[in-house]
């Protein structure tokens, strides 16, 4: 039997915008959406669940993350309920039961915490610069392998354990009894998905941001690969070299595309932006353009003159690899991801 609870409405509320008492539940958000289907109902399900505080049935469910917010259903609503961002709420709510440290729940609810986690950061880069008397080769070399040993550390020990929770809330604990060789069979709807988020052609009108964030997902894995494993700044490789500037440039292109979209506020997606959601998209146009410019004054001998621009870099790097993407939105690119798998799974139980 779920355990209902009377409070979820005013917790939820802490992570996004939502009027329980605007909607009634006409249903019209999910006759509107175009990837609601009969086997996988929603938004109108999510509402209901979340209304009455159910909140083990929402812990079960992959629906959230079946939502691609294209704001059809937002748009539509004749009560201006936004049940898109309701959505949007749930996915950051799952991310903080799904997170053992319970750091992400802080970090969401709690601008003052958020600014307070950067500033520390901040603050252990320039300690750490000042303790090596500002010797860039030094940081540099530092910072290089601090790249590799954050993205080890961060998926080994905070994310790979929330998938395992997120997949005992999904098919553990519902007992959903899934053939051990459908977990290898499946792999491949892992992996589409990661790198296409392919289920978004499936939202009406939403062709371009498809094609936005396939752009911005291969040149941000690019050039973490580029950055991390062929040491881009170190690099004289001319291949090297030009493949970083390229994609350090699709990055910042396509981010700015969305900090505008949020500055307007043009589009439903738009309209209810959470600090989350503008630290993920600012961090990371700030990568693309730190990491361009770094380079720059690489290859044009001045960055030892400039070695601001290095510590500058490190910062936003830092700040990304130990706040950002372990506890922020940067997470639902990965439990998405994994939603589409687990998805796959019980239809093969």
């Given at each position: 039997?779920?355990?209902?609870?009377?409070?979820?409405?005013?917790?939820?509320?802490?992570?996004?915008?939502?009027?329980?008492?605007?909607?009634?539940?006409?249903?019209?958000?999910?006759?509107?959406?175009?990837?609601?289907?009969?086997?996988?109902?929603?938004?109108?399900?999510?509402?209901?669940?979340?209304?009455?505080?159910?909140?083990?049935?929402?812990?079960?469910?992959?629906?959230?993350?079946?939502?691609?917010?294209?704001g059809e259903c937002s748009s539509n609503c004749?009560?201006?309920?936004?049940?898109?961002?309701?959505?949007?709420?749930?996915?950051?709510?799952?991310?903080?039961?799904?997170?053992?440290?319970?750091?992400?729940?802080?970090?969401?609810?709690?601008?003052?915490?958020?600014?307070?986690?950067?500033?520390?950061?901040?603050?252990?880069?320039?300690?750490?610069?000042?303790?090596?008397?500002?010797?860039?080769?030094?940081?540099?070399?530092?910072?290089?392998?601090?790249?590799?040993?954050?993205?080890?550390?961060?998926?080994?020990?905070?994310?790979?354990?929330?998938?395992?929770?997120?997949?005992?809330?999904?098919?553990?604990?519902?007992?959903?009894?899934?053939?051990?060789?459908?977990?290898?069979?499946?792999?491949?709807?892992?992996?589409?998905?990661?790198?296409?988020?392919?289920?978004?052609?499936?939202?009406?009108?939403?062709?371009?941001?498809?094609?936005?964030?396939?752009?911005?997902?291969?040149?941000?894995?690019?050039?973490?690969?580029?950055?991390?494993?062929?040491?881009?700044?170190?690099?004289?490789?001319?291949?090297?070299?030009?493949?970083?500037?390229?994609?350090?440039?699709?990055?910042?292109?396509?981010?700015?595309?969305?900090?505008?979209?949020?500055?307007?506020?043009?589009?439903?997606?738009?309209?209810?932006?959470?600090?989350?959601?503008?630290?993920?998209?600012?961090?990371?146009?700030?990568?693309?353009?730190?990491?361009?410019?770094?380079?720059?004054?690489?290859?044009?001998?001045?960055?030892?003159?400039?070695?601001?621009?290095?510590?500058?870099?490190?910062?936003?790097?830092?700040q990304w690899a130990v706040i950002i993407v372990?506890?922020?939105?940067?997470?639902?690119?990965?439990?998405?991801?994994?939603?589409?798998?687990?998805?796959?799974?019980?239809?093969?139980?």
């Amino acid at each position: 039997m779920a355990t209902i609870n009377p409070e979820f409405g005013k917790e939820l509320k802490k992570y996004g915008a939502f009027d329980y008492n605007a909607c009634y539940n006409c249903g019209t958000c999910t006759a509107i959406c175009s990837l609601s289907t009969e086997t996988d109902s929603f938004p109108r399900e999510m509402v209901r669940l979340s209304t009455i505080g159910n909140e083990d049935d929402i812990k079960a469910s992959l629906k959230p993350w079946l939502c691609y917010y294209c704001g059809e259903c937002s748009s539509n609503c004749p009560r201006q309920a936004s049940p898109g961002e309701l959505m949007m709420s749930l996915r950051r709510w799952l991310t903080s039961v799904y997170d053992w440290t319970g750091l992400s729940g802080l970090l969401y609810k709690s601008l003052p915490l958020s600014i307070l986690a950067f500033l520390l950061t901040a603050a252990a880069v320039i300690g750490f610069s000042i303790r090596e008397n500002f010797d860039l080769e030094r940081i540099m070399h530092v910072g290089h392998y601090f790249e590799m040993i954050a993205i080890g550390s961060v998926f080994t020990v905070i994310l790979l354990p929330n998938i395992i929770r997120m997949w005992w809330f999904v098919i553990g604990k519902p007992k959903i009894k899934v053939p051990a060789k459908s977990y290898f069979k499946a792999l491949g709807e892992l992996f589409v998905h990661m790198f296409t988020q392919k289920r978004a052609l499936g939202c009406d009108n939403n062709q371009f941001r498809w094609f936005e964030h396939f752009i911005l997902v291969i040149g941000y894995l690019t050039l973490l690969f580029t950055t991390v494993f062929l040491d881009w700044f170190s690099s004289s490789n001319l291949f090297i070299i030009i493949l970083g500037y390229i994609e350090s440039i699709i990055v910042f292109g396509v981010t700015i595309d969305f900090v505008s979209s949020r500055i307007k506020k043009s589009k439903e997606v738009s309209k209810h932006s959470q600090p989350s959601d503008w630290f993920f998209v600012i961090w990371l146009l700030l990568m693309g353009l730190t990491a361009f410019i770094v380079r720059l004054f690489i290859d044009l001998n001045i960055l030892e003159q400039n070695s601001w621009m290095y510590l500058f870099h490190l910062i936003i790097l830092a700040q990304w690899a130990v706040i950002i993407v372990p506890f922020g939105k940067w997470t639902h690119f990965l439990y998405r991801s994994f939603a589409m798998y687990m998805a796959k799974l019980k239809i093969q139980s």
